[in-house]
């Protein structure tokens, strides 16, 4: 089993900051990847962004140029730093990791851009 959990949302204006945490635990070495799903009201549930042990990644088309994943793996936390937030970036930002047989996910952590 594997644990996440996430830190780090809010509520900001349109062109700011915000920078979402999230630390795994449990059984890391089943992990392949690590990255950031978001979802917004009446939406599915979409990829942000995703890192993986080889320390590939691949983004959103939304999110490209504005948001950067990086993962710690000594302390075994993956970090998405968002910068020019645009009011739909608004949505419940969900951690996930993909584990050998199953995906884990954390409890999500909302993050609200105002216009």
């Known amino acids: 089993q594997v644990q996440l959990v996430e830190s780090g949302g809010g509520l900001v204006q349109a062109g700011g900051s915000l920078r979402l945490s999230c630390a795994a635990s449990?059984?890391?070495?089943?992990?392949?990847?690590m990255g950031w799903y978001r979802q917004a009201p009446g939406k599915q549930r979409e990829l942000v962004a995703r890192?993986?042990?080889?320390?590939?990644?691949n983004y959103a088309d939304s999110v490209k140029g504005r948001f950067t994943i990086s993962r710690d793996n000594v302390k075994n936390t993956v970090y998405l730093q968002m910068n020019s937030l645009k009011p739909e970036d608004t949505a419940v930002y969900y951690c996930?990791?993909?584990?050998?047989?199953?995906?884990?996910w954390g409890q999500g952590t909302q993050v609200t851009v105002s216009s």
């Open positions: 890192k993986t042990n080889g320390g590939s990644t």
């Open positions: 449990g059984s890391i070495f089943t992990i392949n990847a």
């Open positions: 996930n990791a993909l584990g050998i047989w199953t995906d884990y």
